[in-house]
């Protein structure tokens, strides 16, 4: 069953400064990748997917995802004191798109 | 304006108590799920239901019971509650519960249970 670990736990980074964050999983057949945002108290924002091999931009967030060493990262350029939030990886059951595993997060605290 | 809606908001039951968690989505999709998030533990997946049927379960608990009255909308019903029920439920919805790679998911803001 695929398992989705995150580190670091936790990530404090000066504004401005790149902020990155890690998911590994166990399952290397999953082609299926979304990080998310989850502000306090509020939803999840989904902020970009990923389905091959190789890179992602989706404005200032940045997924990098290796099948291979079963990886994914997200990279936040310039974060700003408003994307301070707890950020979830998420894995798709191969075949079954809605279905996902997500792991436990990684809390981003950006200082100005 | 949100798309995804839940209500309430917050919930406190008594143990034992029945309560119906409401979702309505309007972004025309024929998927629609329910998650949970209870303390220290990941995003787990409970159900998911596509034009109105439910096509995966995931929950092991009878108590929990999903509700589709009509193609946008899916409650999910829990009965007997007990303090481990404890959570925020999180609704979502995708055009489709199987399919392509375009298939993202959107969360609602969560209904906050609190079990005493």
């Known amino acids: 069953q695929q398992k989705v670990q995150q580190s670091p736990e936790s990530l404090t980074v000066s504004e401005g400064a790149m902020a990155s964050l890690n998911c590994t999983f166990s399952d290397g057949t999953s082609n299926n990748f979304r990080w998310y945002r989850q502000h306090s108290a509020k939803g999840l924002e989904v902020l970009v997917s990923?389905?091959?091999?190789g890179e992602k931009e989706e404005g200032r967030f940045t997924a990098h995802l290796n099948r291979a060493n079963l990886h994914v990262s997200l990279h936040i350029r310039e974060p700003q004191p408003s994307d301070s939030a707890v950020y979830l990886c998420a894995v798709s059951i191969t075949g079954n798109t809605g279905k996902l595993i997500f792991g436990l997060g990684t809390t981003l605290q950006v200082q100005p | 304006d949100p798309k995804i809606i839940q209500k309430p908001k917050y919930l406190v039951a008594v143990t034992g108590s029945e309560k119906i968690l409401i979702c309505e989505q309007y972004l025309g999709h024929n998927a629609m799920y329910w998650y949970r998030q209870s303390a220290k533990k990941p995003l787990e997946f409970m159900f998911s239901?596509?034009?109105?049927?439910?096509?995966d379960n995931q929950t092991a608990s009878s108590r929990f019971q999903p509700q589709s009255s009509k193609k946008n909308h899916l409650d999910l019903q829990i009965t007997a509650l007990k303090p481990d029920d404890s959570a925020t439920y999180f609704c979502a919805s995708s055009q489709e519960r199987t399919g392509g790679s375009q298939n993202t998911l959107y969360f609602g803001a969560g209904t906050r249970l609190s079990v005493l």
């Open positions: 239901y596509s034009y109105q049927k439910l096509m």
């Open positions: 990923i389905f091959s091999d």
